[in-house]
């Protein structure tokens, strides 16, 4: 003999996730995971451009440091230049001594353009000096301001793995009605009301396992929630039921 039953049946899921406790502030706290992520990539972005930023003025940096080594490199030079014009003066005034008819205004010349160039090239390797530790300056505050944004992203990160484990409890923990149909055999050993408390039976756990394949169908993330869904144990509960129709049939089935 078949019985055949349907039933309808008012379920409940439930998920609790165990998940770290983060400081969040109520502002962050209110942003849906869509809101988080959009502001993760604007972020992203705003950290991209400083990178480049970064790298800029460290080349920059760098052009002008190597531009300060020429400057020094070039004041060894006139300071050898200077000396040399220095020792040619005092040699024309030591010949002055013995011919006075000895000129010495282009010793004295060189003598004056060779200061006047070492002295201008150390004006400049101080302005140049000042120009490399205001442009190293730069390069610190821009990397401290890409540091502040990469902090700020990865907390994101973090607010996001929270919002999205209170987005699946919400998603998850709900009430809703289901209907059933159920069929089985009943056993030649076993009295009608046995056969119908174990349709009854199987009919609730086809609802349950049903009703929790719907649930997590209609998950923002179903497709993540069902390949880690046996180890969260999700809890689907039977708050009421009651038969819709049942009957048996001579077939030796219940339905």
């Known amino acids: 003999m078949m019985r055949l039953a ?12 165990a998940s770290p406790a ?13 809101q988080i992520s959009d502001k993760i990539t604007s972020l992203q972005n705003e950290y991209d451009n400083y990178t480049q930023t970064v790298q800029r003025l460290k080349d920059e940096a760098e052009q002008l440091e190597q531009k300060l080594t020429s400057l020094r490199e070039r004041n060894q030079t006139l300071e050898k230049q200077r000396q040399t014009a220095l020792q040619e003066m005092n040699n024309r005034y030591q010949q002055l001594v013995d ?18 160039a070492h002295q201008q090239n150390k004006k400049d390797i101080a302005t140049q000096i000042q ?10 505050e821009a990397r401290v301001s ?3 944004l990469l902090n700020e992203i990865e907390s994101l990160k973090d607010q996001r793995e929270v919002a999205r484990v209170e987005r699946l409890e919400r998603e998850f923990n709900q009430t809703g009605e289901l209907e059933v149909s159920q069929s089985i055999v009943c056993d030649r050993e076993e009295t009608l009301s046995q056969c119908e408390t174990r349709g009854k039976l199987l009919a609730k756990q086809k609802a349950s396992k049903q009703y929790l394949n719907e649930i997590v169908s209609g998950l923002s993330e179903a497709e993540q929630a069902r390949q880690n869904l046996e180890q969260v144990s999700p809890n689907v509960q039977i708050l009421g039921s009651k038969t819709v129709s049942n009957g048996f049939s001579g077939q030796g089935n219940y339905v």
């Not at 309808?8 to 899921?13: F, H, I, P, R, T």
């Open 6 to 17: 349907q039933l309808a049946l008012v379920m409940a899921s439930t998920l609790t996730i």
């Open 22 to 34: 983060y400081a969040l502030q109520e502002q962050q706290q209110s942003m849906t995971v869509e």
């Open 99 to 116: 011919d006075p008819t000895i000129d010495i205004a282009g010793a004295q010349q060189a003598y004056k353009e060779a200061v006047m």
């Open 131 to 140: 120009l490399v530790d205001d442009k190293q300056q730069e390069v610190e």
């Open 146 to 148: 890409r540091h502040a």
